[in-house]
């Protein structure tokens, strides 16, 4: 059994695309995948649209982010992933899957807004055909029931940056070394603008590959589907059967 590494990137588009690039880019001489958080509206026949068509077909997942529509920073808060019943969160999830089939894109994971998903969501998403529900603290199997408690490291917060740059390393080096688990880093582009973070984040990568960490995206850290995945699912191969213990 080996530790498995996930970096996921999120609050993608506009002028941090660019940067995500040369992210995405530098992690690729590296063959380390990332799993891109995208909400649904971001997929509207944009520049971000083509640039996460092409990672997705070199090895990148797309996780659906939330089901809210786009809101002003100032209304942002309590979101209602939290608390959506089911027959909501199943119309939100039609709408949101009709954008990503004329984008030409697929998604078996969700990440909610707020950090929590209601039981009409995850209920939902099962009945979707979603496979994962990557939350801070959890990663569901939407599929077996299985529920891996594991703690997300993301550089924003409201410690200092130098004490949360130190931290992202550490706890990196001390999940490598404490056995078979999972590493779970989370990049925002914002982070990308600012040289000790981008640094931090590439060191705790490094870190975990010289410990021999595997890399893999959210979707394939749970069980596979039972039909042939969606074309756009299919680049990396068939996901470990039981990666959650793997």
């Known amino acids: 059994m080996s530790t498995r590494l996930v970096v996921s990137l999120y609050d993608i588009g506009g002028e941090d695309l660019a940067r995500c690039a040369r992210f995405a880019a530098r992690l690729d001489r590296s063959r380390v995948p990332l799993s891109l958080f995208v909400p649904a509206p971001l997929l ?8 996460l068509r092409e990672r997705v077909t070199s090895g990148d997942a797309l996780v659906l982010h939330g089901l809210e529509p786009p809101r002003p920073a100032r209304t942002r808060g309590f979101h209602d992933d939290r608390r959506r019943p089911r027959h909501e969160a199943g119309l939100r999830l039609t709408a949101a899957n009709a954008v990503l089939d004329a984008a030409g894109l697929g998604s078996e994971a969700f990440a909610p807004l707020g950090g929590r998903t209601s039981a ?5 998403l099962r009945a979707a055909g979603f496979g994962a529900c990557v939350e801070p603290e959890l ?48 990049v925002s582009a914002g982070d990308l603008d600012r040289p000790a ?36 699912l299919a680049v990396r191969g068939v996901p470990n059967p039981d990666p959650l213990t793997s």
């Open 44 to 51: 509207s026949g944009s520049a971000v649209t083509d640039w």
């Open 120 to 124: 009409g969501t995850l209920a939902a």
């Open 139 to 186: 990663l569901r199997d939407l599929r077996t029931g299985r529920v891996l408690r594991t703690r997300v490291r993301t550089l924003s917060g409201g410690r200092g940056g130098s004490a949360r740059c130190r931290e992202v390393r550490s706890a990196a080096e001390r999940e490598v070394r404490g056995g078979p688990g999972l590493i779970r880093l989370a």
């Open 197 to 232: 973070r981008r640094a931090a984040v590439h060191d705790a990568i490094d870190l975990a590959l010289s410990h021999g960490a595997l890399p893999a995206t959210y979707p394939e850290l749970v069980a596979p589907p039972p039909g042939p995945p969606h074309p756009a």
